[in-house]
């Protein structure tokens, strides 16, 4: 496991470092053919889950190359242009969305996964600039539920300056995800999209809640749900209750059609590959068994859907 999660570790830093902004892989187009769409879907991100009211908010887009280092691992590019292409989309790059999601219960402010903050470079790191058009101050937040401790996900806690961004807020994180940011040494971190994890840590230890897999962190209003794979501490989040309920998947699944109609082809960024593997299929089936509705942080902007079974494939069906 450990061995697993350090190559895969290693496969990451190859992959980010193509995307940090010190490489001279292609940006600029990067950032223009994603920027387009993300703009023009933006007013709708605003939606209900039973009586509370929840905002998907932009913090940016990534994009990788169709060369089978990230998407796809083990297949050919050919393989992967087939699914892009009976999709109608590109097929010699991939694109995903960072797209945190806010939801106001009560007299509690919630943000789920903070966005990629100064960690990926220019085309990320939007969210504080999401929430002030939203009219939502960071010091109204009162918890954040870290799906995960890669870089696009803890990357918003601190600013430039190493400071909390959120000041007020609880941060939930999955206890083995919490040790294993914990455990990073600067080297490693930048393997997982960490900038600097020792100051990220110190940051934010007074504020963690490092939470066991499945823990009612606010009861009535969310549950993690123990998702098994992406990394040691992994978790989902049940928004809400009924059929009305939100499933917050974190990074089950990171591509819109690839993850979802192939989950059982390699993602780089999986430290434990085949139980990745297995928990997104099973959370297609039971999530397209049940109705469940969706929220995936990566996929197109807002994020909200559903999965259904179409043949004997799965498909996202946007909300
Ligand atoms: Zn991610």
Known sequence: MKITSLALAAAIGLTLAACSPKS????EPAAAETAAPAETAKAPGAFSIGEYQALSLLDGTLEFPNDNKVVGVGKTAEEVAAVLTAAGLPTDKLGLT????????GDKVLLFDTGAGTNFGPTAGKLGQS????????????????????????GGLVNADGALVFPN???????????FLQGLSAE?????????PVALVTAVTPKVDAFKPGADLVPGVVQAVDIKGHTPGHSGYLIGAGADSVL?????MHHY??????PDWTIAFDHDAPTAQKSRAEVLAQS?????RIYAVHFPYPGLGKFEKRGEEFVWVAE
Request: proline residues 3%; negative net charge; without cysteine.
């Open 188 to 196: 490693n971190g930048a393997k997982v999209g960490v900038g600097n």
């Open 248 to 252: 917050y998947i974190g990074d089950t």
């Open 98 to 105: 960072i797209e945190p999601l806010l939801v106001k219960a």
């Open 257 to 262: 059609v690839v993850s979802v109609q192939k």
């Open 169 to 179: 807020a609880t941060v939930h994180i999955g206890a083995a995800d919490w040790a």
């Open 131 to 154: 929430l002030t058009e939203a009219g939502v101050e960071a010091a109204s937040v009162t918890d954040i539920f870290i799906s995960h401790v890669h870089g696009d996900h803890v």
């Open 24 to 27: 001279e892989a292609p940006k």
């Open 288 to 292: 397209a068994a049940s109705g469940q």
